[in-house]
């Protein structure tokens, strides 16, 4: 009934720390916005949303972050100014906006995220580009189960992506992750079908994240879609 796993699968941050892999392509992300049509918007949503998962994993050997406790926070930023050493007066940073975190500027995507429930274990974050007018807010519960050998991860919940100048949301939901042979040298892989729904325009993508076929020696095959209204 209980299984101790070898000390090299634990990774040295939070869960919450991972969430924030999401944004590890803050320029593709701050872009969507720019787009000028809904199409070219969604195909944009779907680039940075499949980019957030291939740099998440940094290696093949799957790794476990540790479990949030209940209150526990997790902040940064990323600083898309072209030169990081501008100092703005206040005059200027009330000109862009005031962003969540005190010491970033409007030009600075910021992220927060906190675990919000231990039973069932949720996690929830947010993050903005206040001069883009750009915004992401997200809930994560998951439920893992044991599979002979593997370790299942299911993500439940969704994230909603706000574009405030276009008045356009796009909901997205996420992917169970595996951890195969976990008694010997794990490996990790994401399965399970996806969707990103912009209601406003009607655009959907499909995203399907394959699982390696018993039969099969190919690994992390990703299909997805966009479809158009109608």
């Not at 007066?89 to 600075?108: F, H, I, T, Y």
């Not at 299911?154 to 356009?168: A, F, R, S």
Request: glycine share 6%; charged share 20%.
């Amino acid at each position: 009934t209980k299984i101790v796993l070898p000390t090299f699968i634990l990774e040295r941050r939070s869960l919450l720390e991972m969430y924030s892999d999401f944004f590890a392509h803050p320029d593709l992300f701050v872009s969507i916005t720019d787009q000028p049509t809904p199409e070219e918007r969604m195909i944009t949503v779907l680039k940075w949303y499949l980019s957030s998962f291939h740099a998440g994993r940094k290696s093949s050997i799957a790794k476990k972050p540790y479990n949030p406790i209940l209150g526990e926070t997790f902040r940064c930023h990323w600083t898309l100014r072209e030169d990081k050493n501008v100092n703005f007066n206040p005059e200027e940073k009330a000109m862009q906006g005031s962003s969540p975190l005190p010491w970033c500027q409007g030009d600075d995507l910021v992220f927060v995220a906190e675990q919000v429930s231990h039973h069932p274990p949720i996690s929830a974050f947010y993050a903005e580009h206040v001069k883009k007018r750009i915004a992401v807010n997200a809930h994560i519960y998951t439920k893992s189960s044991f599979l002979g050998m593997s370790v299942a991860v299911h993500n439940i919940g969704q994230g909603t992506v706000t574009l405030l100048d276009h008045n356009e949301e796009y909901v997205v939901t996420f992917p169970s992750g595996f951890g195969r042979s976990i008694l010997t040298v794990p490996w990790v892989e994401l399965g399970g079908k996806v969707t990103i729904n912009c209601p406003q325009t009607g655009y959907v993508s499909n995203i399907e994240f394959k699982c390696k076929q018993f039969f099969s020696s190919e690994v992390n095959k990703v299909h997805a879609e966009v479809c158009s209204p109608g």
